[in-house]
């Protein structure tokens, strides 16, 4: 079984900083894509960040400059560093991926959340 674990979020003032991880654990053969995804109240989720398994990387608009998306393959850890936090980026952050176990084709799994509220 296949799971994915957040860790880092919390509460920071505006301008701060906080670095989430998201760790796969299970049998894994081969992750390809990692991302985070955000939900505010009131609106959609939105994709924030996602790294290819080689490195590629693409941000939402409103993140660009003030997010870093990185991975660490031998751990299965995805990593967001988040500097400059702005009131709205206050969410829960959800880790995705698609993984593939020995056994299966390529399945999407989601973590549960970690809230980061960010004060002003």
């Known amino acids: 079984q296949v799971q994915l674990v957040e860790s880092g979020g919390g509460l920071v003032q505006a301008g701060g ?13 081969r992750i390809n894509a990692m991302g985070w995804y955000r939900l505010a109240p009131g609106k959609q989720r939105e994709l924030v960040a996602i790294i290819t398994s080689g490195g590629s990387t693409n941000y939402t608009d409103s993140v660009k400059g003030r997010f ?3 991975r660490d393959n ?5 990593y967001l560093q988040m500097n400059s936090l702005k009131p709205e980026d206050t969410a829960v952050y ?3 991926a698609d993984i593939r176990q020995y056994d ?4 999407n799994y989601w973590g549960k959340g970690t809230l980061v509220t960010v004060s002003s």
């Open 68 to 70: 870093t998306v990185s």
């Open 17 to 29: 900083s906080l670095r989430l991880s998201c760790a796969a654990s299970g049998t894994i053969f």
């Open 74 to 78: 031998a751990k299965n850890t995805v």
């Open 104 to 107: 299966t084709w390529y399945r």
């Open 94 to 96: 959800y880790c995705n």
